[in-house]
């Protein structure tokens, strides 16, 4: 069974805890991203600790080692569960998140390849599976692979075995929950629960297509 995430992708944060609070029976963790953290700050983290579900940190870290090891420990003496960063930087700027990652008992999730239409421009001819492999190699927790490209799952399932994959691209951008939640480890769900007029029923929509 594919966990559901939730991107909590609002820039309010009285809005945020509503919408986390109304659906998190359903949900299984809930990702943040620079939209709220921007607004809110990392103290959000706190917020939303009452709720008892790991909190992915969604920055997608992509710069020099000693930068990346500054912004992942920030992430995780905040409250942070995982952190996801990117991997096209090369291995010693993803090996410093994984290891800080771990140093907290936490997670990494590398992006392998992103879920909009531009993506295919640079991730595709090699590039994504190339990543993918890095994230192995650095002993990251799992990657970031396209729900919008159910084919792409596959091919990069391939190469990261049993270690997790997180699938972001579900509803607003054309992902199919089910189809997807029967190759992820993880399905991402953003604005199809919290734009929705009830993002609980939609929440819960979402928790029952996963589990097939």
């Known amino acids: 069974m594919a966990e559901l995430i939730l991107a909590l992708d609002v820039t309010e944060k009285k809005q945020a805890l509503k919408i986390a609070h109304a659906c998190a029976p359903h949900l299984d963790a809930i ?12 103290a959000v983290a706190e917020e939303l600790d009452p709720l008892d579900l790991p909190l992915i940190a969604d920055f997608k870290v992509a710069d020099i080692p000693n930068t990346n090891r500054l912004i992942a420990g920030q992430v995780f003496d905040a409250g942070f569960s995982s952190l996801i960063c990117h991997g096209f930087t090369g291995k010693d700027s993803v090996q410093a998140c994984v290891d800080v990652a771990g140093d907290y008992g936490g997670a990494c999730f590398v992006v392998a390849e992103m879920s909009h239409p531009g993506a295919p421009l640079f991730f595709h001819g090699g590039a994504a599976e190339k990543i993918a492999g890095l994230a192995m190699e650095c002993g990251a927790d799992g990657i970031i692979a396209p729900a919008t490209r159910p084919e792409r799952v596959k091919v ?5 075995g049993k270690r997790k994959i997180l699938s972001p691209g579900i509803g607003a951008q054309g992902g199919d929950a089910a189809a997807v939640a029967a190759l992820a480890d993880g399905i991402i769900v953003g604005r199809a629960i919290y734009e929705a007029e009830d993002p609980a029923a939609a929440a819960e929509m979402f928790a029952r297509v996963r589990t097939g």
């Open 31 to 42: 990702k943040l991203g620079y939209p709220l953290i921007l607004s809110c700050g990392l």
């Open 156 to 160: 990069l399932r391939k190469i990261v």
